[in-house]
């Protein structure tokens, strides 16, 4: 099988804080992702969410939908509570051909909110991961049963975010729950990429691809910003142009047996200070050159 290579359209038009790229076209993200030689998108908030309104948009560019964010509460809500809130997400991705679903708890996140700082981002007592591993393994499951694979991101300023959080999830759901193993978020989290694909590459299921500049992540660390003000400092870029090592990553990945279709080049800058398609046909070119190296 070969690994296609796709983009989220967060590079464009900031999902967290729709003023980055606000300006710009969803024609402009498409035809730029195209001319980069990404084969697809993730959903970004300015897409439709109908598929017979989708489909067209996407095939005029000749890019297919890779996947799209679903923010659950399952802290909030039982597992039947949140199979009914998915519906709609679902019935997309399964009407667009997808394979995955990107999956966050979101429940009492701060990743939104420019002036909170991360180390008051929401977390686990020891005796809620069990639960709330029942229920998201509930969850997948029904997505599974339903042709969707569960993804799950683990995200700045959520309550899974650190390498043993990670762990942890992994320790508390079935094999349904998949994971989305994101480089720039593990990197900022502390972890290591590298290591957390050797010991879960079984479980992955999605590959978000974003590189960290460290001097930026240790200015946001020592400040205690907010993971917004992180990124628009510029703490995230596409690969090649940062510090994680993406040929080790992606050599664990392969070792795994990788079962998802994409990569995706997932690396929110101000475009404003970052312009999209000259940093994405940075991150395409160097992750391709890695990929065939690879042999993924």
């Not at 659950?72 to 998915?86: D, K, N, Y």
């Not at 400092?233 to 992606?250: E, I, K, M």
């Amino acid at each position: 099988m070969t690994i296609r290579i796709g983009a989220n359209p967060i590079a464009w038009s900031n999902d967290d804080k729709q003023s980055l790229g606000g300006e710009t076209p969803l024609e402009n993200c498409l035809a730029e992702a195209r001319e980069a030689g990404f084969q697809g998108m993730e959903l970004g908030h300015k897409f439709p969410r109908d598929p017979s309104q989708l489909r067209p948009i996407l095939d005029r560019y000749g890019l297919a939908l890779v996947s799209g964010w679903y923010s659950s509460e399952l802290l909030r809500r039982t597992a039947a509570e949140e199979i009914a809130a998915v519906q709609q997400h679902l019935s997309l991705l399964k009407a667009m051909d997808c394979q995955v679903m990107v999956w966050c708890e979101t429940t009492g996140c701060i990743h939104g909110l420019e002036n909170a700082p991360l180390s008051r981002r929401p977390r686990l007592d020891a005796g809620q991961w069990q639960e709330f591993g029942a229920r998201l393994t509930a969850v997948a499951e029904y997505l599974l049963a339903h042709g969707i694979r569960m993804a799950y991101h683990h995200h700045m300023g959520t309550v899974v975010e650190t390498s043993e959080e990670i762990d942890l999830l992994m320790e508390n759901t079935g094999a349904a729950v998949g994971l989305l193993l994101d480089t720039g978020h593990v990197t900022f989290a502390g972890g290591d990429p590298v290591a957390v694909a050797k010991k879960w590459g079984k479980r992955i299921r999605h590959v978000h691809c974003k590189d960290v500049r460290p001097q930026v992540l240790s200015q946001s660390k020592d400040g205690d910003w907010s993971f917004l003000a992180a990124v628009i400092a510029g703490v995230y870029t596409v690969p090649g142009d940062g510090c994680v090592d993406f040929p080790s990553v992606l050599k664990e990945v392969k070792a795994a047996g990788y079962c998802g279709d994409w990569l995706v080049i997932e690396a929110e800058q101000d475009p404003a200070k970052a312009n999209p398609l000259a940093y994405a046909l940075k991150g395409y070119r160097y992750l391709r050159q890695v990929v065939d190296q690879v042999g993924l």
